[in-house]
């Protein structure tokens, strides 16, 4: 039944649609005792990649990447080598090294129509066999692939084309052993277009060149979610002599003004928990279909353009992507049910660099917007279908990793290391971080292994009790969560119930007062008005949370006649704004300025809310699908079917 000739013919293989391409009676089914991660079908155990060598040829016109994909591997004796695939049409499998590569057999399984894993790819070897070699190219259902149209991107001239891998969409592009629990080295030659730039988590180069060729080279052990490619019209600014940004030339006065603090965040960072490992960081910001605010991938954080606010008050999605150069990318999460581990981390790493930057009233600023934002969260995961889920440590055996991307991982797990500093005090809890990114880096790490560590380590050592099994094994929020406070979020509050109860106004109050000038009184004019500029962003998203849901219409229009916030160029913003607007039967008068942000943004974080409170007001129902559906081919595949979720759950 293994048939060899199916695959020599790779042009007539091309045709066969990957569901039915060589079905068997074999099926993947790897035993518990072998799988390593419940989200991968790799033998990880048996045979594991160690350096991954791609060679991709990108072609805009077909939006298809050909490529092979030269797995070095660790085989321990194994007779299959498995990898993971999803969307991906296979041409051929050969073993052995480039030069002296022989023919294989493959199975691929069938996949089930709701499959989320996508399929395995089995190849049969011998015990010594170190080299497999997969020759591919992409589909249409290449979901980590988002291909951009010239009206999509800045300069309108040139198309893009960018990868998101986290969680498991890298075996979209790539066919390799898709957990995070193994670490490999990779290298890549890659042909695009002669007049764009190709840029990869790794080495890369800041000139394009009248070839199109590029060589990258990633020579730390990094998971499969951390690679990534951009291709696009790209220019570079350094910021320093191992930090700069790429971006469209048309945004990148933008960004050098907008990121100018990263060689501080990167000294920051370092004082914090030791030295940054990865020689160069750059940011590469991508056009605003990017689903998310920031990919951490290692040595190019990709960035969402919606962090260029004109005015610096989102930085810290930058203090966070940095951070995960140690927590997720130095020391990361062994499976998805860990995620909290890259997460958590993350968001108290990216507070501290904060706090050392513009201080601790504003870090605590920062926590409490994100702490608001989780008490939704955990009320929105008590009333739904999986109340487990709020929980640190997940248990997505089953599901799709994407369902544990809440801000449970992200601001749950902040708050319990937030509130752990504050039993132990701050010094012994920055040694043993420290000692933590030094124990594990360049490993994986599970929830278990980090008690162990944290007893070991912290606890025990000295002789501290502290009830860590409620953070990781409960639901909910455990009673000794830290208690923030912000006087100036406070006074937000209070300006809002006073504007509600027509105590305030932002209306310009006109006075005039009697004053000596030499020998004659003058009569100078005095005006009086909260100007938008009076106060940062976190507090003015504070000001909205806290105003009633059905806010007349005549102050909604005085907030917008001197704050200006339907016009605002700051998402977060935006965001509350919008919801407000949405709740209160506001969006009659700003139509026009929603249609636009939800066209125009692509990043989940701030349609999903937005779309929501539409979708869940009979009066703007319609207005939201038809917007969605005008719209949904400039939305990448994570936004757009995290919508389609929505519009079908609101039904
Ligand atoms: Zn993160």
Partial sequence: MIKHILFIVSSIALLISCDLTRTTTKTANPSESTKADVHSYANLKEI???????????????RTIYGVARHEMINKGADTAIFDINGLMIQKVTIGEKGTEEEADMFIDKMDKDSILGQALMVPIKKDTRFVNIYYQTTERSDALDWLDTNLTSSKTKPFLYTQGQAILTRTWIPLQDSPSNRITYSADVKVPSDLLA??????PTK?????KYHFEMNKPIPAYLIALAVGDLSYHAFSENSGVYAEPELLSACEYEFDAIPKMISAAEQLYGPYQWEQYDILVLPYSFPFGG??????????????AGDKSLVSVIAHELAHSWSGNLVTNRTWNDFWLNEGFTVYFEQRIMESLYGKEVADILALIEFDELTDELTRIKKSKNPEDSKLHLALEGRNPDDGMTDIAYVKGAFFLKTLEERVGRTRFDAFLKKY??????????TKQFISFLNEELLKKEHISFDYPSWIYAEGLPENCIKLQSQRLENMGKLADDFTNGKVSFAPKVTYKWKKVGKRRKKIKQVQQIKFQDHIVQEWQTFIRRLPRNLSQAKMREIDRYLRFSYSGNSELLTEWFILSANCGYVPTNKKEISAFLCKVGRRKYLMPIYEALLLNKSTRNFAVYTFNQTKANYHAVSRKSIEELISETK
């Fill in 48 to 62: 594991s990649t160690k350096h991954l060598h791609l060679e991709l040829d990108v072609n805009f016109e077909n």
């Fill in 199 to 204: 840029v990869m988590s790794a080495k890369n």
């Fill in 208 to 212: 394009k060149n009248n070839e199109g």
């Fill in 295 to 308: 990919m951490e991938n290692p040595m190019l954080t990709f960035a969402n353009p919606t962090l260029l």
């Fill in 437 to 446: 990114f030094e124990r594990f880096q360049f490993k994986t790490v599970d």
